[in-house]
């Protein structure tokens, strides 16, 4: 344990003390103008051929936004490999260092209950996650959005987000754990197929929580001021069979200013909720846009897809574990002090091939997303009849990503589709109900 101790507080110091240098430096401008503003008269002369129209788009973005955003872009590779990095060596220093061993002990001490003892040892180990992962998400989080000039945000009030982000997943977390455990000791055959199902269920909750009690612990959710604005989007959504009351509005510019909006919850406690950046930063079409992007996930019920895949994903994940696990503690096990996966001072190999896992089926889980939003953006042109609103808001944050990445790194690591690719749908969509 001692060995754990002094990882975890090296992290600790040294995330701290990079997130609160990095916080007391000033927050690079951004570019005032990240396109070419245009008039009525261009989007009347603009071609109707979608390549020749998407190549007009994305030249109105200058060469040094472009640039920005590329590099903003490439950042997230080096987030990536960290991530792994840092997931590997907590796996290796919990198991090799004994803390693994020592959290288990101090669980049948502290409870002779195994249930009780299976959630105590999984908080314990989250926590050593959490905590080891400090300095690789302070700079995917924080480091490298600050110094893009995406957030003002205070280092404090990130990791104080971060703190309870982690805390109101922990007790899903736990609640799992102690399921999927008794189910590997009772059904150790078979415990991947009912381990789906009590994920399944688990993050089902999760998400029918979000709404009204989860969101509001980090963004203030308030009805959208009356106005015509707000009827236009109603008047949409009920156009749309969308039986909505009210439109919701969070304090997003608390955490960044990029914009964007995005559907919570699913069934009666779905809620569509849209970004403050994104009704002070963007004209009314567009807003109409995104509206309507957002009712077609509702419509289409992505959110409720969303779990179906997610779960199915996950079931993959669970062989995954069993099939890695069984060979680390087979050649493992005696050095680790451990018997077998159903001995739960295995849990960290568990828990972190499962998120091993995650980064394994990126390619697998941002095509599902992808595809979603393609159908999602089609939905919303038809409702709005305004593909070039579509086309004008992926320009509208050019530094905030790569606009035309290749189509291998798009397929592994986008989980949308590309700004090129959806603007050049959109004029796809233009040229074709064009009049003769």
Known sequence: MKTLLLFA??????????????????VPARSVSRRVEVDSAWSATLSGD???????????????????????????????????????GTIAILMFSG???????????????????????AVQTLAAFFLLSLPIETYAGFVRVHHAGFSRMSYATWLG???????????????????????????????MVWATGVY????????????????????????MADGPQKQAILS??????????DVFVQNASRQSELLNAHVTGFGGTAQIVLDDNTI?????????????????????????????????????????????????????GDRWGVSGLRDVGAFPVFWGLLMLWGFLALPLSNGIAREQEAEADMFGINASQSPLGLAEFMIRDADAGQLDPSPLVES??????????????AMRWRAEHQKP
């Open 236 to 245: 949409l959504a009920r156009a749309n069979g969308v039986p909505a009351n």
């Open 9 to 26: 507080a090296a992290a600790v110091v040294g995330a701290l003390a990079w997130g609160f240098t990095t916080g007391a430096q000033a």
């Open 412 to 425: 592994v690591f986008y989980n949308h589709p590309s700004p090129r690719n959806r603007i050049f749908r």
């Open 161 to 191: 987000d971060a703190v309870l982000s982690w805390a109101v997943a922990v007790p899903f977390f736990a609640v799992g754990v102690v399921a999927i455990y008794a189910l590997i000791r009772r059904r150790p055959q078979s415990w």
């Open 99 to 121: 803390a693994a061993i020592g959290m288990r002990d101090l669980a049948r001490r502290i409870t002779s209950r195994v249930p009780l003892q299976d959630a105590i040892v």
């Open 280 to 332: 002070t930063k963007t004209p009314d079409a567009e807003v109409r846009l995104v509206m309507a992007h957002e009712i077609g996930h509702y419509v289409l019920a992505h959110v409720a897809k969303g779990i179906v895949f997610d779960t199915l994903l996950t079931a993959l994940g669970f062989l995954f574990v069993g099939w890695g696990a069984t060979r680390l503690i087979s050649r493992f």
């Open 200 to 223: 399944a269920l688990l993050t089902a909750v999760f998400i029918l929580l979000m709404p009204q009690f989860i969101a509001p612990l980090f963004n203030t959710i308030a009805p």
């Open 50 to 88: 979608p390549t020749a129209a998407t190549a007009a788009f994305l030249a109105r973005v200058p060469a040094d936004v472009r640039a920005r955003g590329d590099a903003f872009g490439n950042t997230r590779y080096i987030a990536l490999l960290g991530r792994v990095a840092v997931l590997a």
